[in-house]
């Protein structure tokens, strides 16, 4: 059974930074990509970064891109979202996200997406 629990959200003035965490256990970093994912009241759920299956490419929503990193896997199977230089507008409840595609009989089935319950991020200016 695939799950997912964030940690780490928590109150922070403008300019600070934060370490979520994403235990996560029941998948294998080889064959599933993980990703946070952020909504804020009144706006849609938005992806913020993403660490692919296998050889671990990561990628960033351009309103984080050179503060936030992305990290993962190893013998902890633990995800990490490190959040610099952090603004009000980063303000929202972060998610963990597990995404693979199964496969039947060797070809493209459909995707599977688990989802952590999310963590308070609040940034006060």
């Known amino acids: 059974e695939v799950q997912l629990v964030e940690s780490g959200g928590a109150l922070v003035q403008a300019g600070g930074s934060l370490r979520l965490s994403c235990a996560t256990s029941?998948?294998?970093?080889?064959?599933?990509?993980v990703g946070w994912f952020r909504q804020a009241p009144g706006k849609e759920r938005e992806g913020v970064a993403c660490?692919?299956?296998?050889?671990?490419?990561?990628y960033y929503a351009d309103s984080v891109k050179g503060r936030f990193t992305i990290s993962g896997g190893g013998a902890q199977n633990t995800a990490y979202l490190r959040m610099n230089s952090l603004k009000p507008e980063d303000s929202a409840v972060y998610y963990c996200?597990?995404?693979?595609?199964?496969?039947?009989?060797?070809?493209?089935?459909?995707?599977?997406?688990?989802w952590g319950q999310g963590t308070q991020v609040t940034v006060s200016s």
């Open positions: 660490i692919s299956s296998g050889h671990g490419d990561t």
């Open positions: 029941g998948f294998s970093y080889d064959d599933y990509a």
């Open positions: 996200n597990a995404h693979t595609l199964i496969l039947k009989k060797g070809m493209p089935y459909k995707p599977a997406d688990y």
